[in-house]
C-alpha cells in the first residue's frame, strides 16, 4: 500500500504569512494527488486536483505542486477563514491513501 | 444544487450490522465513481471504499474487506455501504463523496456529503 507522509503535523502561522506543507509518497503516483482542507464538523473541501490545478472557486493564494513522490500546497498570504486542517490523498493505486493531516492555527 | 446527503448511522453493538446510504441530486448521478470515507472522532480522513459508475467494480480499504459492501442504484441516485461484524474502531463520521473519472488525471473528491455517525459500542 501507498502510505503519504504530510509534515509538519501542525503548523502556527498569522494572518498574512506564507506557508507551505508537504506530502511524501511511499511510492511515485505521478499527479494523482489532492489536496483538501477541513474545518471542525464540516466535511472536506478540495482545493487542488492533479497536483496542481485549483479547484474553482478556490482563491488563487492556494497552490500545489509537485509529481512523483512530493508534493507541496502553499498558501501565499494567510487569511483568518484559511486556519484549518489540510490533507494530501493519492490516487494511483487502488487504495486511496490520505496523509495523517496539517493542522494550521493561529499565532 | 449538487448535493449528497448521508443517513442511516446510528448505535449499534459490536458484530452488528448497519446499511448507509447516500442520495445524490443536481448531476447525473450515473456518470460518477463514488466513495465512502470515514473519520473517527478527533482522528484524520480514511478511505474505505468506492464503486465505479456502473457497479461493475469496487475496493475496499483492507480495514473493512470482507465486512463492508459498497453498492449503488443509478435509477435511484443512490449510494450504499452495508457494514457488518461491527467493532469498536469503524465508529466515525462517514462520508459519501464523488469522483469524476478520468484515465488521465485525478480529479479529486469535489462534492462531499455532510456526514452520517456510527457509533459500535456495547
Known amino acids: 500500500d501507498i502510505q503519504m507522509t504530510q509534515s509538519p503535523s501542525s503548523v502556527s502561522a498569522s494572518v498574512g504569512d506564507r506557508i507551505t506543507i508537504t506530502c511524501r509518497a511511499s511510492?511515485?503516483?505521478?499527479?494523482?494527488l489532492a489536496w483538501y482542507q477541513q474545518k471542525p464538523g464540516k466535511a472536506p473541501k478540495l482545493l487542488i486536483y492533479?497536483?496542481?490545478n485549483l479547484q474553482s472557486g478556490v482563491p488563487s493564494r492556494f497552490s500545489g505542486s509537485g509529481s512523483g513522490t512530493d508534493f507541496t500546497l502553499t498558501i501565499s498570504s494567510l487569511q483568518p477563514e484559511d486556519f484549518a486542517t489540510y490533507y494530501c490523498?493519492?490516487?494511483?493505486?487502488?487504495?486511496?491513501?490520505f496523509g495523517q493531516g496539517t493542522k494550521l492555527e493561529i499565532k | 444544487e449538487v448535493q449528497l446527503v448521508e443517513s442511516g448511522g446510528g448505535f449499534v453493538q459490536p458484530g452488528g450490522s448497519l446499511r448507509l446510504s447516500c442520495a445524490a441530486s443536481?448531476?447525473?448521478?450515473?456518470?460518477?465513481?463514488m466513495h465512502w470515507v470515514r473519520q473517527a472522532p478527533g482522528k484524520g480522513l480514511v478511505w474505505v471504499s468506492r464503486?465505479?459508475?456502473?457497479?461493475?467494480?469496487?475496493r475496499y480499504a483492507d480495514s473493512v474487506k470482507g465486512r463492508f459492501t459498497i453498492s449503488r442504484d443509478n435509477a435511484k441516485n443512490t449510494l450504499y455501504l452495508q457494514m457488518n461484524s461491527l467493532r469498536a474502531e469503524d465508529t466515525a463520521v462517514y462520508y459519501c463523496?464523488?469522483?469524476?473519472?478520468?484515465?488521465?488525471?485525478?480529479?479529486?473528491?469535489?462534492?462531499w456529503g455532510q456526514g452520517t455517525t456510527v457509533t459500535v459500542s456495547s
Open positions: 490523498q493519492q490516487a494511483n493505486s487502488f487504495q486511496y491513501t
Open positions: 443536481g448531476f447525473i448521478f450515473s456518470s460518477y465513481w
Open positions: 464503486i465505479n459508475s456502473d457497479g461493475s467494480s469496487t
Open positions: 463523496t464523488r469522483v469524476a473519472s478520468s484515465p488521465y488525471y485525478y480529479h479529486g473528491m469535489d462534492v
Open positions: 511510492q511515485d503516483i505521478s499527479s494523482w
Open positions: 492533479a497536483a496542481s
